[in-house]
């Protein structure tokens, strides 16, 4: 596949920005390049157009070929559904929306050993800024070309297994020796391997399947009924969230064949239940016969509904004689019972801190930024400013684990006229707000006596009243995780 990103900049460059500017759009483009075919064959090619800004593009307008550029008739385009042999009008896409379309080529003999090529752009309604990739039709007289039908996204909860409808296609003219499956998903799905034709590989992390079969020209081969291949989430798997996975199949003949292929190869050969591809109902005539790397794989999500994982607050008391410098570790433990949620674009996992009167603060954990009136100052990580500080969580903090900050002051007195708190920003999986404040107190110990340490954490309990403070605290929240999966594997895509 290859990428072109438009940005939406109609005027120069300028030495600065005026803060009036309103930001602009970015927008991508992906179409797969280069597209093979033989005479007499067709292709279907998709191609997409996002928009991964932040704001939303307006009045967009996809071109194919100008009266200046036409297309080579040679080629034997067809446009898209809907759309003219010129170009698609795509309208507006909100930030993260994206409108898939395809389109067809059909080449004839005439057209040269070296192929041709044509543009595809895409720009605004008053074609302020425009950005163009190519795409290029070439022919091969013989190869093996692999396609995977498209996998929907799935729906499971956290424990959950659901078996993936899986279907490979020889679109080519020349039948293959043997076929692999390759199966890869980010943190928290998996794909329990229970035969002996597949290998776990870490690297992707997933599995690898061989299977030792012929499949010819036109066949169409889907999954045994009686060995079903699974996708599963784990228990602790935080949600509501969407996991990226993808499945690639190859060949032996593959250039890009790895160490795991050839481990489930090998795999193959011992005895045990293996997984089983059979040939579907239906079988496809062989009208197209192409080398195209880019539709062996296909990506799915697999969405995870809300799992709940309950923050407590965790407090402690600055303890020792007036004068002493005294260091408190306070924070916030998941209870489960599922992990909790990594950050994204308007949430972290967070505690808000108000140290106690009665202290002056020496010194704040790194991982604590001043908050005052509830405005985190991020530039200033561990620097001492006033009472209140909002303190960032580990990442993904797994369940019976905590998280401790460290605060470290000078005892004034005792008299706790303004106590401390420390409160957890839980997020929508925090669905028990009993244990979300702590309280962090100043205790004077008698003339001479004292170690200058804390007293110890204690659980989160105070009643919360009120309603949830900080900017960072989203509500709603649904973690996304971008882009495409690796597996689909840079190694095997030609970039151009």
């Known amino acids: 596949m290859i990428g072109m990103t438009a940005v939406g900049a109609a005027s120069p460059a300028r030495a600065e920005a005026e803060p009036s500017e309103v930001e602009l759009p970015v927008v991508e483009i992906f179409v797969p390049s280069p597209v093979v075919t033989t005479v007499g064959g067709s292709k279907t090619v998709p191609f997409e157009v996002t928009n991964v800004g932040k704001t939303a593009a307006t009045g967009l307008v996809v071109d194919f070929a100008s009266a200046a550029a036409p297309i080579d008739p040679r080629i034997g385009f067809q446009p898209p559904a809907g759309c003219t042999p010129t170009g698609c009008a795509v309208g507006d896409l909100a930030s993260g929306a994206r409108k898939t379309y395809t389109f067809t080529v059909r080449p004839t003999a005439a057209l040269p050993e070296t192929g041709a090529s044509f543009a595809v752009s895409v720009h605004d309604a008053g074609a302020a800024w425009q950005a163009s990739t190519t795409v290029t039709v070439v022919r091969a007289a013989r190869g093996v070309d692999l396609e995977t039908a498209e996998i929907p996204d799935i729906k499971l909860a956290a424990g ?129 016969s192409e080398l195209n790397v880019w539709d062996n794989s296909t990506s799915f999500l697999v969405k995870v509904p809300l799992s709940p994982a309950d923050s407590a607050a965790i407090g402690d008391t600055f303890e020792g ?30 505690a808000e801190v108000r140290t106690p009167s009665g202290l002056a603060l020496t010194k704040v954990d790194k991982r604590c930024f001043p908050n005052g009136d509830g405005d985190p100052s991020w530039d200033k990580p561990g620097q001492v400013s006033g009472h209140e500080y909002i303190c960032v969580a580990t990442e993904w903090l797994a369940p019976g684990k905590q998280d401790l900050f460290s605060f470290s002051g000078k005892i004034k007195d005792g008299k706790n006229e303004d106590e401390g708190t420390i409160k957890v920003l839980g997020g929508v999986q925090d669905l028990n707000e009993s244990n979300d404040i702590a309280k962090v107190n100043v205790k004077v110990t008698a003339a ?45 895509r030609q970039t151009i």
């Open 160 to 288: 959950k297994s659901a078996a993936l409808p899986i279907s490979i296609r020889n679109n080519g003219n020349t039948a293959t020796e043997g076929v692999a499956i390759e199966l890869a998903a980010q943190p928290f799905v998996t794909f329990p391997n229970n035969y002996s034709n597949c290998v776990d590989v870490d690297i992707l992390p997933g599995i690898v399947c061989y299977f030792d079969l012929t499949l010819e020209p036109g066949a169409v081969f889907t999954m045994s009924p009686s060995t079903p291949l699974t996708v599963a989430v784990d228990p602790a798997a935080p949600g509501p969230a969407q996991y990226s996975a993808s499945m690639f199949a190859l060949n032996l003949e593959d250039p890009s064949k790895d160490a795991g292929l050839a481990a489930a190869q090998k795999a193959a050969k011992k005895a045990g239940s293996k997984l089983q591809l059979v040939p579907a109902a239906q079988s496809l005539a062989v009208d197209e």
């Open 321 to 350: 004689k007036i004068g002493a410098s005294s260091t408190v570790k306070i924070g916030l433990r998941n209870n489960g019972p599922a992990t909790v949620l990594g950050p994204a674009k308007d949430w972290k996992y967070a």
């Open 448 to 492: 001479g006596s004292g170690s200058g340490g804390g007293s110890g954490g204690t659980g989160g309990g105070l009643a919360i009243t009120g309603a949830p403070t900080g900017r960072i605290a989203g509500a709603g929240l649904l973690l996304v995780f971008t882009g495409a999966m690796a597996l689909v594997l840079t190694r095997r």
